[in-house]
């Protein structure tokens, strides 16, 4: 199983970039997609996810700027980043992730670079 990110890359603050995350169709139908950053020297962190209601959850840092979406007929899933600012600049990984009650299994995207800097 394979999640597959792409769009990363070096943009200016204010700029904008997406990030596209694609899966296998049974893992998009049956997974809530997300994705989550990593900056260096600190954790893993959600950045924007869709929830088990189908509902979106971002963190607060990116709320007004960032948008999720999801196109079930290509089974990618997408991060729209605009206003960027430096402090978002990370490892962005594509996340999948099903419960089954108290349980979660997560499946992990390789990851894409995005710079944000002048």
């Known amino acids: 199983v394979q999640l597959q990110a792409s769009g990363g890359g070096l943009v200016q603050p204010g700029g904008s970039l997406r990030l596209s995350c694609a899966a296998p169709r049974i893992i998009f139908s049956m997974y809530s997609m997300g994705w989550y950053r990593q900056a260096p020297g600190k954790q893993r962190e959600l950045v924007a996810a869709f929830t088990r209601g189908g509902l979106t959850d971002y963190t607060d840092s990116v709320k007004g700027r960032f948008i999720i979406s999801r196109d079930n007929a290509r089974n990618t899933a997408y991060l729209q980043m605009n206003s960027l600012k430096p402090e978002d600049t990370a490892v962005y990984y594509c996340?999948?992730?099903?419960?089954?009650?108290?349980?979660?299994?997560?499946?992990w995207g390789q990851g894409t670079l995005v710079t944000v800097s002048s």
């Open positions: 996340n999948a992730a099903r419960f089954s009650g108290a349980n979660r299994l997560d499946l």
